[in-house]
């Protein structure tokens, strides 16, 4: 191997690994609004069953 063909490995090795880095970052942010959607929806849920509970309470 001669010198450009070394240049060219190692370039295309940064490549590779700068574009594995983006799809792994990507990946994690839609995980974590995906969990915090999640997150949210059960919270709502349980403020929800929070309140109807105290509603029937004040009706008995």
Excluded: P, T, Y
């Excluded at 450009?4 to 490995?9: E, K, R, Y």
């Excluded at 995906?34 to 929806?41: A, G, L, N, P, V």
């Amino acid at each position: 191997m001669d010198r450009s063909d070394m240049v060219l490995m190692v370039v295309a090795a940064l490549v590779a690994v700068v574009s594995l880095v983006q799809l792994m970052r990507r990946r994690r942010d839609w995980l974590m609004a995906d969990i915090k959607r999640q997150f949210d929806e059960h919270r709502a849920r349980e403020e929800a069953a929070e309140a109807e509970r105290k509603k029937r309470e004040q009706l008995a």
